[in-house]
């Protein structure tokens, strides 16, 4: 591990996301895996941030702690006092609010919950209500805390039932847990989301020219938020060296090559957890867990 990283970890929260720049990596098989066994011997909460498509639960056969239904706020015109200024729909930066005629129309799809038009309203026309977008689950599994939500179907806003979900966990589970987060892929706002409170990032790739190119964008990103990272391999075996390389040459470390093997693929589809039955992955899964101690300051 290099200094600047231990740097940059001494004000450790214990916050590590699992992200990638594409779906399909293994992300989640990486997320489930290495929470459980950590959970072995410490206090784990693994969080499922992937809203739009959340699988990480299915592998994870738990006891059900709580279930709630989430809210974000969305104005709601009230015709009355409105004098038809238009400022509502100048503010807006989502075009989730219009004037058309004689109305107003909240496009609550697309509304970010901003409060902008809200609260720069001069006649008070526009309170902001409560509409359901999405369902928060949370399990226990031995020691394991898990926690995921489901964006609504319709809902296109996985930002704000992000950022909820992220104040559940820090109002749950205190700071002696270790937090990981299973982060949507690819690189846009809902990754940003899930990722700009994390302390640290492990990028999770396939050693292919897809995954290298899509791994390149997702570097990128992490380096504007300033995060420290490092890289987890998946499937190693199927493409060629360059994610190695081009590591290599950034100075990014890879912490664990998680071979290709077609009975991973199998227990995966049996939504099975893959360490208790696969040596090889379970070698390369303790290189992970032991990055992690040493983020967390165990050894
Ligand atoms: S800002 Fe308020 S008063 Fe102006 S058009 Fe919108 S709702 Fe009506
Ligand atoms: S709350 Fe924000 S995003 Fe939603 S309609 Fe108003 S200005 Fe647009």
């Known amino acids: 591990m290099t200094t600047s990283i231990v740097c940059l970890i001494e004000r450790l929260k214990m916050k590590i996301a699992i992200a990638s720049g594409k779906g399909g990596t293994g992300k989640t098989t990486v997320a489930t895996n290495l929470a459980k066994y950590l959970s072995e011997n410490r206090k784990v909460v ?12 299915l592998f ?5 702690m709580n279930q709630k239904e989430m809210f974000k706020k969305i104005p709601n015109w009230e015709s009355e006092n409105c004098t038809l200024c238009g ?3 100048s503010v807006c930066n989502f075009n989730a609010i219009m004037k058309l005629g ?3 129309m909240v496009f609550p799809e697309l509304c970010h919950s901003c409060y902008a038009c809200s609260e720069l309203c001069p006649t008070q026309s526009l309170p902001m209500i409560p509409m359901k977008m999405g369902m928060l689950t949370e399990y226990k599994v031995e020691q394991l805390g898990f926690v995921g939500s489901k964006l609504d179907i319709g809902q296109e806003q ?13 109002e749950m589970y205190s700071d002696d847990y270790l937090k990981l987060y299973d982060a949507p892929p690819g690189t846009s706002c809902p990754v940003i989301e899930a990722t700009k409170d994390a302390d640290f990032i492990f990028l999770v790739t396939e050693p292919t020219p897809f995954g290298l190119h899509d791994m390149k964008l997702a570097v990128e990103t992490m380096r504007e938020l300033k995060k420290p990272m490092a890289v987890i391999i998946n499937r190693y075996g199927i493409g060629d060296a360059e994610v190695e390389a081009y590591c290599k040459v950034e100075g990014i470390d890879i912490i664990a090559n998680f071979p290709n093997q077609r009975y991973i693929a199998e227990l995966y589809s049996q939504g099975k957890l893959i360490y208790p039955h696969v040596p090889e992955f379970k070698a390369e899964l303790l290189k992970a867990a032991d990055y992690c101690k040493h983020l967390v300051k165990e050894n």
């Not at 693994?46 to 639960?57: F, I, T």
């Not at 994870?60 to 059900?64: A, K, P």
């Open 60 to 64: 994870l056969n738990g006891s059900l």
């Open 87 to 89: 400022k509502c729909q």
């Open 158 to 170: 996985a930002v704000p039932l992000i950022a909820q979900t992220l104040d559940y966990v820090d």
């Open 102 to 104: 004689e109305n107003i």
């Open 46 to 57: 693994l969080v499922d941030l992937d809203v739009e498509e959340p699988n990480s639960g």
